[in-house]
Nanobody, 119 residues
Framework: QPRLVESGGGLVQPGGSLRLTCAAY????????MGWYRQAPGKERELVAL????????DYGDSVKGRFTISRDNAKATVSLQMNSLKPEDTAVYYC????????????WGQGTQVTVSS
């Protein structure tokens, strides 16, 4: 069963850093564009970062540009999100997402990992 599993979430102080990891199982990761999304209580799910299947291009939501970095290792079947200069507004459940390049019909979501930024 294809699946994505996030890890690395937790509690961090404002200004701190955290690194999230998404591990893919039973799927060829190089066929998929990957992304991170987040959803805070009472808010819609929003884009955090996207990365192409080869890692050649990345895109970020306006609120995280300059602070977050997405990367991938297709050989290890993992995608990471390095989060720096964290703010309380970054508090949310973070979800890993995969979408096949050649057919967007094939897409998968992880179960999510909680990130809390608080003093």
């Amino acid at each position: 069963q294809p699946r994505l599993v996030e890890s690395g979430g937790g509690l961090v102080q404002p200004g701190g850093s955290l690194r999230l990891t998404c591990a893919a199982y039973a799927m060829t990761l190089s066929l998929y564009a990957m992304g991170w999304y987040r959803q805070a209580p009472g808010k819609e799910r929003e884009l955090v970062a996207l990365i192409t299947s080869t890692g050649g291009r990345t895109d970020y939501g306006d609120s995280v540009k300059g602070r977050f970095t997405i990367s991938r290792d297709n050989a290890k079947a993992t995608v990471s999100l390095q989060m720096n200069s964290l703010k309380p507004e970054d508090t949310a459940v973070y979800y890993c997402y995969a979408e096949m390049d050649l057919n967007s019909k094939y897409n998968f979501w992880g179960q999510g990992t909680q990130v809390t930024v608080s003093s």
